[in-house]
């Protein structure tokens, strides 16, 4: 595969470390919730907490890091409305992968839970203590997480579609390894 047709190793990289850490931290989140009030609950919201806030970093990385470096264009073969319906597709994504921390930062603000990234440092809360905010945060904060995981799907299946049915470079160009799996 053409080195320009790839994604920058420093690209490839935040994808799939972004990818690994939702993959962890939406099972997370839905075991935790099921959890009676524990010590053990309590250390799991920390760490949901702590990979929400990463995600959250790696995701200002990436587009820090798209602004400077333009990624390869889809393969010729993709028809302009496929083209766009990815773009938009990769804009909510980073949305979501803004907005989603952001509510959780805000419900535990609300809520009266600070955030303590990584066990070293307090964020600062972003709204006063609000019982009813912090209810309605939480439904929002669960709601754009499923609606995150329904366009990872999305993104999952059209990538495999472009691999095993279209047979174009669409997925190889983001794997990690070589040229990626023919």
Aim: net charge positive; proline share 7%.
């Amino acid at each position: 595969m053409n080195p320009a047709t790839r994604y920058t190793a420093t690209a490839i990289t935040l994808h799939w470390l972004a990818a690994l850490l939702i993959f962890t931290t939406f099972p997370l989140g839905v075991y935790m919730h099921e959890l009676t009030l524990s010590p053990l609950k309590l250390q799991l919201i920390s760490y949901h907490k702590w990979l929400g806030v990463t995600i959250f970093l790696l995701t200002v990385a990436r587009l820090a890091w798209r602004t400077t470096h333009t990624p390869p264009p889809l393969p010729e073969t993709i028809p302009r409305w496929q083209q766009r319906a990815a773009h938009g597709l990769h804009l909510l994504l980073y949305a979501l992968l803004l907005v989603i921390p952001l509510t959780g930062w805000l419900m535990s603000s609300a809520k009266g839970f600070p955030v303590v990234y990584m066990g070293l440092v307090q964020l600062p809360d972003l709204v006063g203590k609000d019982k009813a905010l912090g209810d309605l945060l939480m439904d929002i904060h669960k709601m754009l997480n499923f609606g995150l995981l329904a366009l990872v799907g999305m993104h999952i299946a059209a990538a495999l579609k472009h691999h095993f049915i279209e047979h174009d470079a669409t997925l190889r160009r983001m794997l990690p390894f070589g040229e990626g799996v023919k």
